[in-house]
């Protein structure tokens, strides 16, 4: 029996194909997100990270070598965050927690 993903910030379960997987696979911390929204409060209340890799690759896009919020070039230390939706997976890549954070707050891709 697998363990459900839980949402980092509420707490709500996550099938596989739902929410918002965020890692920082140098690091090997991730998160999980049942709604974009959840994103802002988990950062500034310190972004509390579980240990380990996601689940799954993040899906091959150039765009993920840039940050989404300023495009500034990134290292191996950025932020992926991974939007599930059914069989589809849409990437970001970030500089870090207060970027993924300020991208989150402005609407995400859709701002």
Do not use: N
């Amino acid at each position: 029996m697998t363990v459900a993903t839980r949402c980092s910030w509420c707490g709500a379960p996550l099938e596989p194909d739902e929410g918002y997987r965020a890692a920082e696979i140098a690091g090997e911390r991730k998160a999980a997100f049942c709604r974009l929204e959840h994103v802002v409060p988990w950062a500034m209340h310190g972004a509390h990270w579980e240990a380990g890799l996601p689940d799954e690759p993040a899906p091959p896009d150039p765009a993920l070598d840039r940050c989404s919020e300023c495009d500034a070039a990134l290292d191996d230390t950025r932020i992926l965050l991974v939007r599930h939706r059914g069989e589809h997976l849409v990437g970001d890549a970030f500089c870090g927690a207060e970027h993924l954070m300020l991208w989150a707050r402005a609407g995400g891709r859709y701002r």
